[in-house]
């Protein structure tokens, strides 16, 4: 009867330690680097232009796909301040909905720039955060819906946002 009550014992006492360990986000958003950049008042929009590095990386062992625009990539992204957006500025004519692939331990990387509207709207010692809207590729069909209104609706429902760690922009 004593074995049977320490065996249940330490399986109580493991189990515990088990659900106490601080586990890794399976899809994790990094904010690398955020520099301001000499960018100024581009086709009439005015506000400060920071250079952004941003990294999804997948912490499980299976591959993550996932859907996004090939140029307006940064409709999947979102920022926790409504002055903030990821500033287009290269061409593109073909924009179509691609899946991306990360494999298990893998980063993918973007490079942009993000702009700050109106200056009175930027404190710098606010923290802000990026977060990745993820739209899983079994879960939108190119065919059947357009992809942009899946990401409202994601949006609207704040449904599969992944956030970034805290940022500051810099004067």
Known sequence: MKKIIFIISLAILFSQCSTNKIKKKGLEVEVKSIKKSDF?????LQGDFYSCIVKLKNNTDSTISFWIMKCTWGENFIFNDDSIG??????????????????PGKVLTYVDRIVVLGVKNKNKMKKYKVGFILIKEKSFSKMGDELDHTIIKKKRENKDIIWSNEFTLDN
Do not use: A
């Not at 100024?40 to 009439?44: F, I, L, M, T």
């Not at 990821?86 to 494999?103: A, Q």
């Open 40 to 44: 100024h008042n581009v086709y009439g």
């Open 86 to 103: 990821i500033y287009y500025y290269r061409f593109c004519d073909s924009n179509y909905p691609v899946v991306k692939k990360i494999e």
